[in-house]
């Protein structure tokens, strides 16, 4: 049973490393890109995990408030409603100006053609000059 124990441990932790990789975001990962981490996990069967357990994962609560205890939900950033939020309102201004503006030059765009339209079709041709 203690020979068992002996190989089960290790691959166990291999195992939990594996997965504990595989779920971790790749902006959390340290030192090195997630797909490195995963080959270090698998090629070097008990020291791998135990580096990443160790060195390879931010430890912390995430910025984003990822976690759901409620322990970190005080660092977690608050959600505000877009009728709440000055930034999104003044875009909405500078989009619906900008928009106005543009509207604006069409219109006027079409007033000069449907001139120059009038003007073709009810002004007579000038006699060619020879």
């Known amino acids: 049973m203690l020979r068992a124990l002996i190989y089960l441990l290790p691959l166990a932790l291999t195992?939990?490393?594996?997965?504990?990789?595989?779920n971790t975001p790749e902006d959390e990962a340290k030192h090195?890109?997630?797909?490195?981490?995963?080959?270090?996990?698998?090629?070097f069967w008990i020291v791998g995990p135990i580096v990443w357990l160790a060195a390879g994962k931010v430890r912390e609560a995430p910025a984003g408030g990822r976690t759901p205890s409620e322990w970190h939900s005080a660092r977690r950033t608050r959600w505000v409603a877009p009728d709440d939020n000055p930034e999104f309102l003044k875009s909405l201004k500078d989009e619906s100006r900008r928009d106005e503006s543009l509207l604006k030059d069409w219109e006027a765009d079409l007033r000069r053609r449907e001139d120059e339209l009038k003007r073709r079709d009810s002004g007579p041709e000038a006699p060619p000059a020879s």
């Open 32 to 43: 090195l890109p997630k797909v490195a981490w995963v080959f270090i996990i698998l090629l």
């Open 15 to 22: 195992i939990y490393a594996f997965i504990d990789c595989l």
